[in-house]
Each structure stands twice: as C-alpha cells, then as structure tokens.
C-alpha cells in the first residue's frame, strides 16, 4: 500500500477500507509523508467525500494515533460540550464550571481560534497566569479533585487530526461534512465520556453554511457516539449574527463572568441552559431537561457556578480576583471607539463572518496557527438585528491597540452591519435537537 495509491483511488471516488485509513492516520501522526501527498488526499476527501463506513474508520483510527484521558478513577458521569464553532461563541467558558457545580465531571479539551471564528483557549489564556497546556495525568487528577478541566489539545491526543487540522485550514479543506465528523469525535473521543453535547452552528458564521450539511454532519457524530456507545445529542444553534454582546476574547470572559454571577445577555444564557440541561440528563444528574434547567438556574443564583470557576481558574494557574473584578484583572485595550449608526432605520444584519473576521483584524484573531493575539482586542456590539436605530447612535465599541487597527475594525464594521427599513424576525436560537432516536425541529 502506498499513499499515492490511495490518492488515486480516492480521486476516483473509491471507499478506503478500514487498514487502509489506519495506514493513513498512523502516517500522518508519524509524518510520514510529504504535506504536498496529504493535501492532495484531503482535497480529495473533500471533492468526492466519505462513506459513513469510511468516516467511522477514519475517527478510529485517529482517535488510536494517540493516547485517551483515563478517567477510570472518577466515579461521577463524565460529559462534554463542543460547538463547530462561532463568534461571541463563549459559551464553554461558562458551561464547563456550570455543569461540574451540579455534580456532572467535565474534562473539556478546548480548541484555539481559527479562521473567523473564536477558541476557548484564547478566551481562557486572557485571565492572567491561566495554563491550558497540563499533561494528560495533571488533566485527570484535577477532575477528579474539582470536577472540570479546560485544556487544549495535547500532543498525546488524536495526533492524526492535530496535523491534518492544520493542513485543513492551510489548503481550504476544512468544509467537508466527513472530515469535521472525524476531527471531532477524534477528540471527544479520547475523554472518556459518558456522554457528549455538540453545538452545531448554522447560518452566515457556521463552516458549512447548508442546513442539510449540518443535520447530515450532525446525524454522522450521533452514529459515531453510538459506536463507541457514548450518547450524543446534538442541538442546531444560529450563527448568523454574534452569540451575547461581547466579540473579542478578554471582554468575552468578563462577559461569562457576568453570566455566571446571574446575568449576561438572554442568548448567552438560553443556550448556556440548553446545552448544560442535556448535559446533565446524559450524566443522569436530572430526570428531565426541565428539572436540569431549574437546577442549573439555582446554581448560577446561589454562586455555586462562580464558585467553581473560581476553583477551575485557580486550580489551572489562574488569578480567581477574575470573577469578583474582571475589569481590573484582565488586558485592557489602549483605544476604545464608538462605531455609530450611518443612517435611522433597522438592524437588518450584523454579520458573525465579517465580525469574526473583524477580530482578526484588530490583532484578536489568528491567521496562522502560531501567529500571536491580542486579548485586550475585539468588539462590543451594543445592537442586534431587529433593533431600531437613530443617526449617529454608537452600535458597537471597537477596542484595539492602535488608530490603524481601529480603523480595520470600521472597515469590518460597516460592511457585517446593515441597516434597512424592513422589520426583521430573528432566527430561533436553536432550530433542531438530532440524538439516536432522529431528528426533531424545536424553533
Ligand atoms: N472543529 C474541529 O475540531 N474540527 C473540525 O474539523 C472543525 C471544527
């Protein structure tokens, strides 16, 4: 077997067996072959696509090129929460110490910002002193101790997908419904869940703009979960416009600080509830997702959920003064301007892509996958679609480093903001819930 074969045969549109991907994802964590062979094989994969036979072959054998977190010490049911990725999407921040103060164990491996769209790990490393990267040993004695983790991906986990991830986004094979599957059910994989709550984005924002490919994208992980007998539910959220008010990094973690002391914008909280409800009902800590949410909204009443972020920020290097004062403990940008309204009317749009993209610009993104961020950098969108604005009132503040990067997010702002005369009807947050049994339309 060599890898030019295999490119062949995918090329012409042939099913890869099962020895054949193991051979592939063993050689990739090896680096065994040329990048130039492996992008060949992803643009193929993408132009011709995957059996599910084959995308399940392809998260085996990724998931087999590392090790696995060994959570057979934690009695509690262990489950977790991944999004395809958003902007403003901070809602892991929240979640994972939301989730662990209700007695479900959350050992979370994070992502960082990629393209237009925001990392956990970012957000987190804006707390200073915060450490995202423990070995996989220190990961699991902390669940233990508290209950939750937040780390990135280390080099013993999914080592296949951590280089193909990259060569995905460097030769724009990341939009392929297979490929995504097995990227992430790679890695949750590897946790040792009990159970396991995705977020799949739709709309403008979402890596694959199609509803039938997320619903397609969502059935496959469900599949996957069930063969490794780990429930998956799956919810379809929208990502046509930001989620909550805060864009950025450093401001989104002040954002999920206000959250988890009770407040935080509706959408941010709605969905924080959702995903944390199912989460709960998969780690058996609630019979139904009603009694999940009341007991969530009690933690997040009572402190209990602060409570144990402060104990997760401490526990990972982190300075806790972040949830009593995160204005004075986080970075703090030089310049912050208003953006204002061009004309009266009607928010029609505030695009996640150009405002993700935004980011980027004002130094809070990344454009190659060590480039290095600025966390103080991002924007706070004081309006949503559906608002009706004056002349010249501020829609959204534009916190950056300097008056040339400043200027790039006016740029970003006038094109992902519109303003029209047309009343506008918000998307529902979450238009669909997939699981084992189908798929079911909630919005
Ligand atoms: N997130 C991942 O981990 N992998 C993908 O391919 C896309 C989003």
Redesign the pocket.
């Known amino acids: 077997m060599t890898i030019r074969d295999l490119i062949a045969r995918k090329r012409d549109g042939d099913a890869l067996s099962d020895d054949e991907w193991r051979f592939i994802a063993h050689g990739v964590a090896a680096g065994a072959f040329p990048d130039y062979q492996v992008a060949a094989l992803l643009m193929a994969c993408v132009l011709r696509g995957l059996t599910s036979a084959e995308t399940l072959a392809l998260t085996d054998a990724m998931l087999k090129s590392g090790s696995s977190l060994d959570l057979s010490h934690v009695a509690a049911p262990r489950v977790d929460k ?4 958003g902007v403003g999407d901070k809602v892991s921040i929240a979640l994972a110490p939301l989730v662990a103060a209700c007695g479900v164990a959350v050992p979370m491996i994070s ?1 960082r910002g990629l393209g237009h ?1 925001g990392g956990t790990l970012d957000k987190l490393e804006s707390i200073p002193g915060f450490l995202t990267q423990l070995s996989l040993a220190e990961a699991a004695r902390q669940v233990e101790r508290i209950g939750c983790v937040m780390i990135g991906q280390t080099a013993e986990i999914a080592p296949a ?1 951590r280089k193909l ?1 990259a060569m ?1 986004d460097a030769t724009a094979t ?1 939009p ?1 419904m297979p ?6 059910m790679s ?1 949750k994989l590897a946790e040792s869940l009990t159970g396991l709550v995705l977020d799949v984005k739709t709309g403008i924002g979402a ?1 694959l703009p199609r509803l039938e490919d997320e619903i397609a994208l969502a059935r496959e992980m469900v599949a996957i979960g069930a063969h490794y007998r780990c429930p998956v539910v799956v919810l379809l959220s929208n990502m046509d416009f930001p989620l909550g008010r805060e864009c950025g990094n450093a401001n989104e973690v002040a954002e999920c600080v206000a959250l988890l002391k009770g407040g935080g914008p509706p959408d941010l909280r709605e969905l924080t509830l959702r995903l944390g409800a199912e989460m709960l009902v998969l780690g058996h800590a609630a019979p139904t997702l009603s009694a999940a949410t009341e007991r969530l909204e009690a933690a997040l009443a009572g402190g209990a959920a602060l409570e144990k972020f402060r104990q997760l920020v401490a526990a990972q290097g982190g300075d806790p003064a972040v949830c009593d004062d995160p204005a004075r403990v986080l970075p703090k940008p030089a310049l912050s301007e208003p953006w204002r309204a061009p004309r009266d009317g009607v928010v029609q749009q505030v695009n996640a892509l150009g405002v993700g993209r935004g980011i980027t610009a004002l130094g809070g993104g990344r454009e190659t996958m060590d480039g290095v961020i600025d966390h103080a950098a991002g924007f706070t969108l004081h309006a949503i679609p559906g608002d009706r604005v004056a002349k010249g009132q501020v829609l959204a503040t534009i916190h950056a480093a300097d008056a040339g990067r400043v200027q790039a997010g006016h740029a970003a702002l006038d094109a992902a903001i519109t303003i029209g005369d047309s009343p506008v009807t918000l998307p529902p947050l979450i238009s669909h819930r997939i699981t084992a049994d189908g798929v079911e339309r909630i919005g």
């Open positions: 991944h999004s395809t990725g992502g769209t997908d991830y995905r990341v392929a490929l995504i599957a097995a990227s992430i890695k890596f």
